[in-house]
Nanobody, 123 residues
């Protein structure tokens, strides 16, 4: 079983930055892609970003492209999401997930999920 734990969420003013971390532990599987998703109150969960095992492939949603950067440190079993120029509409619970099926923006391809961390952006 793989456990994922997010950290780094909090309250920030519009225009500010936050860096989320996702630490993996337990029985890891080989070459997982790591993704970030978010769910705002009253809305469906949506894809934010994904990074391949090697880090070569990185994809972002249009909503965050140019402002967010996904990265990973495989030696530390940790993925990161650097969020800059935050907007009130970025307010959501952010969850990381691991996929054995390669980089994907589709939730069914992810087998393991963290509990999420709250990000609140004030105007």
């Amino acid at each position: 079983q793989v456990q994922l734990a997010e950290s780094g969420g909090g309250l920030v003013q519009a225009g500010g930055s936050l860096r989320l971390s996702c630490a993996a532990s337990g029985r890891t599987f080989s070459s997982p892609a790591m993704g970030w998703f978010r769910q705002a109150p009253g809305k469906e969960r949506e894809f934010v970003a994904v990074i391949s095992w090697t880090g070569v492939r990185r994809y972002y949603s249009d909503a965050v492209k140019g402002r967010f950067t996904i990265s990973r440190d495989n030696a530390k079993n940790t993925a990161y999401l650097q969020m800059n120029s935050l907007k009130p509409e970025d307010t959501a619970v952010y969850s990381c997930a691991a996929s054995p099926r390669g980089s994907s923006w589709e939730e069914p391809n992810y087998d393991y999920w963290g509990q999420g961390t709250q990000v609140t952006v004030s105007s």
